[in-house]
C-alpha cells in the first residue's frame, strides 16, 4: 500500500479564538474529507517549549496571547491533494469557516509520506 500524502500547517491562533478556529475546522474538514482527503487533525499547542535557536512560536512569530496550531491532512496521494486544494478554494461553503487567523503567519507545506506505522506493515 502506498504512503500518503501529507499537507501540514503552522498556524498562530488567538488563545481566546480556540472555540472560533475549532468551528472553522469543523466545516472545513468533512468539505476536505468530500474531496478526497483521507484525514484531517487539528492540534492545539499545550507544551511548546521555547527553544534555544528556533522553535514553534517563533517559526509563525507567534504573539502574546497567541496559541500554535500544529495541523495536517492526509491525502491517498499529491494528485488527490492537489485537486482537493485546488476545489477547497473554489467551494462556496469555504466562505462561511472564516479564517478566524493571521493567515499570512501560518506554514503550509506538502510532504511525501516515508514511514507511517497506521499504513506500513512492515514497519
Known amino acids: 500500500m502506498p ?67 500544529f495541523s495536517w491532512i492526509t491525502w491517498p496521494d499529491k494528485p488527490t491533494r492537489d485537486a482537493g486544494k485546488a476545489a477547497m478554494m473554489a467551494d462556496e461553503r469555504m466562505k462561511s469557516a472564516g479564517m478566524p487567523f493571521d493567515g499570512k503567519r501560518m506554514i503550509v507545506g506538502g510532504f511525501q509520506a516515508i514511514l507511517d506505522t497506521g499504513h506500513d506493515p512492515s514497519s
Open 3 to 69: 504512503l500518503p500524502y501529507v499537507e501540514g500547517f503552522l498556524i498562530p491562533v488567538p488563545a481566546g479564538g480556540r472555540d472560533a478556529y475549532l468551528e472553522a475546522a469543523r466545516i472545513a474538514a468533512p468539505i476536505f474529507r468530500e474531496l478526497g482527503a483521507l484525514s484531517v487533525v487539528e492540534a492545539w499547542g499545550d507544551d511548546i517549549a521555547d527553544g534555544k535557536v528556533t522553535d514553534f512560536r517563533r517559526a509563525v512569530l507567534a504573539e502574546p496571547g497567541e496559541a500554535v496550531v
